[in-house]
């Protein structure tokens, strides 16, 4: 090759060489722990994009600080450590950058106030010396947890820890961080030597039935689930996490027992008591970025637990691989900001707390004798950051790399574009899309949570069903924001099944249970298994209402005596054993009797419970008060049902058949007559009283369990006990029953079903709810039943809080009722079809209401005796007519003559007159040349009447009588 051709060759290669070099860009990694990783991360991302030539930049997270630090390797990569652990070397500077805490948490429902701990308690607890949230050390701090039932079994501590992660041999030896912090803090808090000494590990943890050992992914998580649990977390992670377990509150330095959530309210104390830690001011003492300890600072409103995080960097970066492509610049530059303000608005949303806080809460009030608190509490801050930038600037760079120029948001810097710079003005697209789409996941999860449609199920009695549906349709009505619930009648046993679930390891089938009798003392302890009880707290039962059993038939009302079939509970024995088997034995036609029952049914355990204690000489089964009786199956006249509905259609397919089911179900169907039953009376001379359930008082069997002591103390006690049957009262009904909602006290594991069930809980003890189950023919619960309800069982329910709580509308509340998440009283928001539904029923009972008492009377009798009384007054009526006839005749006659006589004299008087004007113009006609005058003496012959004349007229124009014509009138009339 030619000389000159090689020159160009070698320029070229050079050329290219530096060329690829110069497009090179600087490299930077962070290595650091899993609680700094949201913020280790955001910061690398934010730093590529607001650099002005390409560098590259990474976080990689690290197990625990120890691993972070021996991962730490700045003479061979360019790279920093974002710890809460001191480097321990002089040649690297420990910039403060932000401060986290460790929280504690437990789960233990039956205390209700924030659980108080020392840390020499929980050092002796983590390793296993104390192991019982009994002991007097533990009751002594907080007095509630001598409430606690059980024994110790029951009462033990679960700690509950996170696994320790595998290494690279694939052993499981690796302390996650929270541990590690954990045991530095109790190791250095704790001062009694008898506690915490070279024996001390705190590396207990509890044996759990589910999980043999208490080492798992999710300590948060499974605490929830697990009662008389105890956990740590850090106390970002636990509250995302939405724990229902609570925190515990620790005792500082100053005596008082402090959560981190509280002291996180006011984190100027804290802020504050880390700057005090270093020294001032800070022109005497240059800051040399030494680590101080922060365990248990001695100030007011600090958390015990609380943590520095740092930004371990080389002192000196001048030299490879730090000089290579000014990367130590690069630190440096990423150094001031990660303190600067808009470096500090970096932290929020990463479980990090800044540092430096201007306008951190209870700033103002620790400067109270200054001009301007707030001002004061900026100017201790700015003068804090300024101590650490100082103490940055003194990394040694080199003359190969001059500083990056940064240039913060919102201000302009005039960069010279020749040099290297930072600017947050320079924001990468990817960036900034990210952060655009981050803020639109957050508020779809939020609509998603606001609209999202919430479907709850239930399973259970067949009696109740009707019941269970209207609370449901009015439950769901009330609610300004949709949910669904349904229900299915598969009988109290079937419900009693799929809630306590023993063929799905005690994992219910169904958000809840509905039964008509409560749980067996065996069934009930069966789920008091430690398991089971820490995964899903302990079994309750919730009464909804009162109702009443009844016994029907279906015999047409006109063959019985008044309408009315009277029994005793003998005679219904008799029949439910097949001893009776003819209606004959009861004065009726010789018909035979068909008897219905049901198995698997609340129903059938309730009546025969009832039957054998009231008339035990005539009950031949074996069994008796079960949900199956067998021995019904081998009576030849027994007929078997499914459900309620299926007995009822069945019974009203069967004449001169008799059946047993709810009363507000068999009163509401057609062609069912309800037996008349004999009561108890307190005065056994008494003659016997026989009622109807509708006539009878349901309530009285409560108040009368309630005055006899048999309601259980806890309400998470059994109810097997409880018996309304029989109670005394000359009106009470014999046959009352409770039905149970049954549930677990732990609804953490049903999510966002947990607060709705909660809410359907309480919305369902509401007085105005209470009082609509009438429509069902069911009593409202005693009004000291509801408030033993409301004060003593609903708070123990857990739910996670991280979804929304229901809040009930009982009275008209503007604004706040418009929210989500609420639910109104029925007379607020309803139903049309519901309100309707409700109203046509109240119709109904007033119709049914007359038609009893029309039962009573004796209709054709009462019509006889009105169409009797009817035809007596009719002819009363006929007679006084009559006479009122005969005496308007006798007026009419007596007006008809003098009528006749009245007429008789004006035609007189007409005559006599006229006769008298003849006689007097007789002789002047014959004067009358012209004949033409009339007899009135109007004259016509020349057609014009004559002048009148006024001779001899007296003053007012009448002409006195002569003599002779005066004596021509009659003196009187004939």
């Known amino acids: 090759m030619p000389g000159r051709a090689r020159q160009a060759v070698l320029f070229l290669v050079v050329y290219l060489s530096f060329g690829a070099r110069a497009e090179q860009p600087a490299e930077l990694s962070i290595v650091g722990n899993a609680a700094a990783s949201a913020f280790g991360g955001k910061l690398m991302s934010a730093v590529q994009g607001m650099a002005s030539s390409p560098v590259s930049t990474s976080y990689k997270e690290a197990p625990n600080d120890i691993k972070a630090h021996e991962e730490l390797n700045p003479d061979a990569f360019p790279q920093a450590a974002l710890t809460s652990k001191e480097a321990e070397d002089p040649d690297f500077l420990d910039i403060p950058l932000a401060y986290t805490t460790l929280s504690i948490y437990a789960n233990v429902p039956a205390i209700k106030s924030t659980i108080n701990m020392t840390t020499c308690l929980l050092a002796r607890i983590f390793d296993g010396q104390l192991t019982n949230w009994k002991h007097p050390d533990i009751e002594k701090l907080n007095p509630e947890a001598t409430n606690l039932l059980g024994d110790k079994t029951v009462t033990e501590i679960l700690v509950v820890r996170p696994k320790k992660l595998v290494d690279s041999n694939g052993d499981p030896t690796i302390e ?399 029949i439910f054993t097949g001893k009776t088997k003819s209606w004959s034995e009861f004065g009726l036609p010789a018909e035979d009797v068909t008897f219905f029952y049901r198995v698997e049914s609340g129903t059938t355990a309730l009546i025969t419970s009832y039957l054998s204690e009231t008339c035990p000489e005539e009950w031949s089964y074996n069994e008796k008060g079960k949900m199956t009786i067998p021995g019904f199956e081998s009576v030849e006249n027994a007929r078997l049902s499914d459900t309620t509905m299926d007995l009822v259609n069945k019974m009203t397919a069967t004449p001169w058949s008799i059946g047993y089911m709810d009363a507000g179900v068999g009163q509401s169907t057609r062609g069912l007559v309800e037996v008349s039953l004999r009561v108890s009376q307190a005065n056994p001379d008494a003659d016997a009283k026989f009622l109807t359930a509708r006539e009878a008082n349901i309530a009285g069997a409560a108040s009368q369990v309630l005055q006899s002591g048999q309601w259980p103390d806890d309400p998470r006690g059994t109810f097997a006990e409880l018996n309304l049957l029989n109670q005394p009262g000359d009106n009470t009904w014999p046959i009352v029953h409770m039905p149970f909602i049954l549930i677990h006290e732990n609804l953490v594991q049903l999510g966002a079903k947990g607060p709705l069930l909660v809410a359907f809980i309480k919305y369902m003890l509401e007085p105005e709810v209470q009082l609509s189950l009438r429509a069902e023919r069911v009593e409202p619960l005693p009004a000291d039943v509801m408030n033993y309800l409301k004060t003593r069982l609903v708070p123990l329910f857990m739910t996670d809080p991280k979804f929304p709580q229901w809040v009930y509308e009982g009275d008209r509340l503007e604004y706040e009722g418009s929210k989500p998440f609420r639910l109104s009283a029925p007379d607020i928001n309803s139903d049309y079809n519901v309100m309707s539904l409700q109203q046509a029923k109240a119709d109904l009972a007033f119709v049914l209401a007359i038609a009893k008492d029309t039962k009573s009377l004796n209709i054709r009798q009462l019509v006889n005796d009105t169409a009797s009384e009817f035809k007596d007054n009719l002819a009363s009526e006929k007679k006084a007519l009559e006479d009122q006839i005969k005496e308007y005749e006798s007026l009419a006659i007596a007006g008809l003559i003098f009528g006749i006589i009245g007429a008789v004299i004006a035609l007189l008087t007409v005559a006599r007159s006229v006769a008298r004007g003849l006689d007097s113009a007789k002789a002047k006609t014959m004067r009358n040349s012209s004949g033409t005058d009339n007899m009135f003496g109007m004259g016509s012959g020349s057609g014009l009447k004559r002048k009148p004349t006024t001779e001899g007229l007296d003053d007012a124009g009448i002409k006195p009588l002569t003599a002779d014509e005066s004596g021509s009138l009659p003196h009187s009339l004939p």
């Open 176 to 574: 996650p961080a929270d541990t590690m912090l954990l045991k530095e803090f109790l190791r250095a808090s704790c001062t009694d030597n008898d506690i915490v000494n070279s024996e001390w590990k705190g590396d207990y943890v509890s044996e759990l039935v589910s999980n043999p050992v208490a080492l798992v992914d999710d300590p948060l998580g499974v605490s929830k689930m697990t009662t008389m649990s105890l956990t740590y977390s850090s106390t970002a992670k636990g509250t995302a996490s939405g724990s229902t377990v609570r925190e515990v509150a620790i005792q500082n330095s100053k005596g008082t027992f402090i959560t981190a959530t509280k002291a996180l309210q006011k984190p100027a104390n804290t802020i504050k008591a880390i700057r005090d830690l270093y020294p001032a001011p800070f022109g005497s003492d240059p800051f040399s970025g030494k680590k101080y300890h922060t365990w248990d600072m001695e100030a007011d409103g600090v958390y015990p637990i609380t943590m520095i995080h740092y930004m371990h960097a080389p002192k000196d970066v001048s030299n490879p691989p730090w000089s290579t492509h000014k990367a130590g610049a690069l630190l440096e530059a990423v150094c001031k900001f990660a303190v600067s303000e808009s470096g500090q608005d970096f932290l929020d949303g990463t479980g990090l707390n800044p540092l430096y806080d201007t306008d951190a809460d209870g700033g103002d009030a620790l400067f109270p004798d200054a001009d301007d608190p707030s001002a004061a509490w900026a100017d201790m801050i700015e003068t804090f950051r300024g101590a650490v930038e100082q103490a940055v600037d003194g990394m040694t760079l080199g003359q190969s790399q001059d500083p990056y120029q940064l240039e913060y948001k919102g201000t302009y810097a005039a960069l010279d574009p020749t040099k290297e710079s930072l600017s947050e003005n320079r924001e990468a697209w990817a960036v900034s899309q990210f952060e655009q789409l981050d803020k639109r996941v957050a508020e779809l999860e939020h609509q998603m949570v606001l609209h999202q449609n919430i479907v709850l199920q239930g399973s259970g009695s067949s009696a109740s069903a009707p019941l269970l549906w209207h609370l449901m349709r009015s439950f769901m009505a009330s609610s300004s924001t949709p949910v669904w619930m349904y229900y299915r009648a598969i009988g109290s046993a079937g419900g009693q099944r799929e809630s306590t679930a023993r063929n799905n390891n005690f994992e219910s089938w169904n958000d809840f249970g509905v039964s008509d009798m409560p749980l067996s003392a065996k069934d009930w302890n069966r789920i008091l298994q430690d398991s089971i009880v820490a995964r899903r707290g302990k079994p309750l039962q919730v009464p909804i209402g009162l109702a009443a059993m009844s016994f029907f038939v279906t015999i047409p009302e006109d063959i019985l005596p008044e309408g009315k079939l009277k029994m005793t509970p003998c005679d219904l024995t008799k």
